[in-house]
Every structure is written in C-alpha cells, then in structure tokens.
Nanobody, 122 residues
Framework: QVQLVESGGGSVQAGGSLRLSCAAS?????MGWFRQAPGKEREGVAA????????YYADSVKGRFTIAQNSAKNTLYLQMNSLNPEDTATYYC??????????????????WGQGTQVTVSS
C-alpha cells in the first residue's frame, strides 16, 4: 500500500502561483498529478517516472507547471505558475506500479490521494 497526502491548494487570482505537495509513504514506478473539474473527466497534468527522472506534461500546462520530487522527504511537488481560470479543479496525486502504458492514463495508477482544491479567479 502507498499512502498519499496532498496539500497546498487554495484560491488565487489569474496569473498567480501555487505549489502543491504530495507526501508519499513510498515512491512507485510512476508518480503523477491529475485534476478533475466539475462535469469533466479526470485528466493527467504531469507525471514523473522515478527510475530515470523522466517527466511528462499535458500540453495545456507545459511551460507553466513543473513536477519535481524530493526523494529524501518522499514528497512530490507540482509548481504551478501563470495560473488561469481553466486550471480550476481538484488536483490529485497518484502513484502507479505499471511500467507500460501512457503516463496520462489514470488506470495505470494504483493509489490516489484525497485531492486538493485549486480555484483560480479572473
């Protein structure tokens, strides 16, 4: 089992920044951030494959968001800059043991945090 606890969500104005944190009981093969807005499907935001440190981003957040890890603290981060109202969603940290499959496929992640709300106002 892997326990994931997110923190760092909140409300900001457009153009602002937030940093999400995910405290993990341990790392798995892949670690990721997903988000879900009301009435929409859960979508992959960013992922990090811990073996090689390879990162992936959704096109909508490239250049604005950065996924990073602090291995010593077993903590995953999502630095979010230049936020806009379309980024408003509940953000989830996820951990997966699957070595194959797309990084953005939520079914490749076995463990999920409880979610943290991010609200961006215009």
């Amino acid at each position: 089992q892997v326990q994931l606890v997110e923190s760092g969500g909140g409300s900001v104005q457009a153009g602002g920044s937030l940093r999400l944190s995910c405290a993990a009981s341990r790392y798995t093969y892949r670690m990721g951030w997903f988000r879900q807005a009301p009435g929409k499907e859960r979508e992959g935001v960013a992922a990090l494959f811990t073996g090689g440190g390879i990162t992936y981003y959704a096109d909508s957040v490239k250049g604005r968001f950065t996924i990073a890890q602090n291995s010593a603290k077993n903590t995953l981060y999502l630095q979010m800059n230049s936020l806009n109202p379309e980024d408003t969603a509940t953000y989830y940290c996820a951990a997966g043991t699957a070595s194959g499959g797309s990084w953005y496929n939520p079914y490749k992640y076995n463990y999920w945090g409880q979610g943290t709300q991010v609200t961006v106002s215009s």
